[in-house]
């Protein structure tokens, strides 16, 4: 049965370092890391999302502002909501909680924020960043899986990595933050014909889909390493894309829903905004 990928466990011990070097930055160097969340409407999981977000950046010393907005609200007061942020020194990270409402078009509002502060890794700057090489900020998702498999001295170098979902969340970029880390990629998606075929030459198998059940145990190779980042409600349950029960009698590492993927993200958030801090402080 295969070993668990316990993100929970991870994320606490992460969230541990993080809190101290928050601490030290401070001690030091008085910057306090500060991160704006702005949230755009009642949308409940939106609003769960961001408390968690709130929370976490509170517990590690983070300084967090939530900025609760309308859901009529104008594209144009976003932007200058936004603005607002970008100048604010005592701010080193901007996320706008996605998603906005139809009145507001998303590229506007993520090509608005900084590219030096966008924790969130969407702006097209960063996004490029990550395809050319050099610094910039990865999303939080992808970012949080790779520390998950470098954590766990799972070797990506070599390894055929199977990404099943092409999203810009998750998909693309851990598609290619593998390709970074020298594994041979594959992107599957909606389109791909034959799933089986390619999930089957799956060292590292990747599911950011969204439907549960969609990987099966036939579609496993024997001993691979299983990253579910898939989070779907089925009967008032959590569950992932991967058919964990049976998954796990044949997969060598797997991650669990919930608990794998889902507390790494928040993780990465807190990470990037420490390190925005740091950045702009030219703290090494
Ligand atoms: P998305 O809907 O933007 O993308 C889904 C992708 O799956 C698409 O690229 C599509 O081509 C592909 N797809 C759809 N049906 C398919 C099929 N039958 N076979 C192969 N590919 C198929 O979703 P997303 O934003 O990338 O999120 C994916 C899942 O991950 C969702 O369940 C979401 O809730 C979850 N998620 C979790 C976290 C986390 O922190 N754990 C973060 C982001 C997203």
């Not at 998303?106 to 990550?130: A, Q, Y």
Request: with cysteine.
């Amino acid at each position: 049965s295969a070993q668990i990928l316990d993100g929970k466990q991870l994320a606490a011990a992460l969230r541990e370092e993080i809190r101290r070097d928050v601490e030290e930055l401070r001690a030091k160097r008085g910057i306090v890391p500060g991160l704006a969340v702005l949230l755009v409407g009642d949308d409940p999981a939106s609003q769960s999302y961001v408390r968690g977000k709130q929370k976490a950046s509170t517990e590690v010393g983070i300084h967090s502002v939530v900025e609760r907005l309308p859901a009529d609200l104008s594209e144009q007061t976003l932007l200058e909501r936004i603005d607002h942020y970008n100048e604010d020194p005592s701010i080193h990270g901007i996320l706008v909680q996605l998603p906005l409402p139809p009145q507001i078009a998303e590229d506007r509002v993520i090509t608005r924020i900084s590219p030096g502060k966008d924790v969130d890794g969407f702006h097209p700057w960063n996004v490029g960043r990550l395809y050319s090489g050099g610094e910039g900020f990865v999303p939080c998702t992808p970012a949080g899986i790779l520390e998950m498999i470098r954590r766990n001295r799972i070797e990506i170098a070599g390894a055929h990595a199977v990404v099943v979902g092409r999203s810009g969340i998750v998909g693309k970029p851990v598609a290619q933050l593998l390709l970074r880390e020298n594994a041979t990629v594959t992107i599957c998606h909606s389109k791909t014909k034959d799933l089986g075929f390619y999930t089957k030459q799956a060292d590292i198998l990747v599911a950011a889909v969204g439907r549960p059940g969609l990987i099966t145990a036939d579609m496993i190779k024997p001993g691979a390493v299983v990253i579910d980042v898939g989070i779907n409600r089925v009967d008032g349950r959590l569950v992932g894309d991967v058919d964990f029960e049976a998954v796990k009698e044949r997969a060598g590492w797997i991650t669990p829903v919930p608990g794998g993927v889902g507390p790494m993200t928040i993780t990465m958030l807190l990470y990037n905004t420490l390190w925005s801090a740091k950045r702009m402080g030219n703290v090494q």
